[in-house]
């Protein structure tokens, strides 16, 4: 009754960085940015599977790198 519930951690302002959806877009326009770039130079294929593999490795290391500050802050 309008007690905090000591086992849930209070979330600062700062603690949900990018959050899923914001990291999927980042990845996204990073995977356009690179086909629009390659596919002049190399063929289609090769131009769009490197381009979402790029896409979901930004993903990912943006994910690794807000664990990883949340991980410091609760520390």
């Given at each position: 009754?309008?007690?905090?519930?000591?086992?849930?951690?209070?979330?600062?302002?700062?603690?949900?960085?990018?959050?899923?959806r914001n990291r999927l877009i980042v990845g996204a326009?990073?995977?356009?940015?690179?086909?629009?770039?390659?596919?002049?130079?190399?063929?289609?294929?090769?131009?769009?599977?490197?381009?979402?593999?790029?896409?979901?490795?930004?993903?990912?290391?943006?994910?690794?790198?807000?664990?990883?500050?949340?991980?410091?802050?609760?520390?």
């Amino acid at each position: 009754m309008g007690v905090d519930d000591p086992q849930e951690p209070k979330k600062g302002p700062g603690d949900d960085l990018l959050g899923f959806r914001n990291r999927l877009i980042v990845g996204a326009v990073f995977a356009a940015f690179y086909m629009a770039t390659f596919i002049p130079r190399q063929p289609d294929v090769a131009a769009i599977l490197s381009g979402v593999l790029g896409g979901a490795v930004v993903f990912l290391l943006l994910k690794e790198a807000e664990d990883r500050i949340k991980q410091r802050r609760r520390d």
